[in-house]
């Protein structure tokens, strides 16, 4: 799986399925609004809220182990903080936010399997 690490939650977090379905399913609750956050704080180019919903997005990937995506979001996270030029930042984000289909499908296949 390219993004969701299981061998990072299950040495981190569990290593109980259903404990990880627990997780994911968290995980996943809380991506819809939390990234709804981001994207009206890119959209309203409010650079210190970037960089808040940034961090509070970023934690919950961490927590799964997608490392490349924690990094591009301390990126977000930084950029809001530099106040960098907004375009950048949306360019940043859109890139991310289209792998967001990508990690759902990972989360589906995991709990099809269990």
């Known amino acids: 799986m390219p993004h969701l690490n299981l ?3 299950k040495e981190n977090v569990s290593d109980e399925p259903e404990f990880i379905t627990m997780l ?16 009206t704080s890119v959209a309203t180019s409010n650079h210190d ?3 808040k919903d940034a961090h ?10 997608m490392t490349e995506m924690t990094q591009t979001l301390q990126k977000l ?12 930042i949306r360019q ?10 990508e990690v759902l499908k990972e989360i589906e296949d995991y709990e099809n399997q269990q």
Do not use: H, T, W, Y
């Open 92 to 101: 940043v984000f859109d890139s991310f936010e289209q792998l967001i289909p």
């Open 24 to 39: 994911l399913g968290v995980f996943k609750s809380n991506l819809s609004p939390d990234l709804d956050a981001l994207r």
């Open 7 to 9: 061998a990072f939650i």
């Open 56 to 65: 509070k997005v970023k934690s919950s990937f961490r927590s799964l182990g």
């Open 77 to 88: 996270e930084d950029m809001g903080r530099e106040k960098e030029d907004i375009d950048k």
């Open 49 to 51: 809220q970037i960089k």
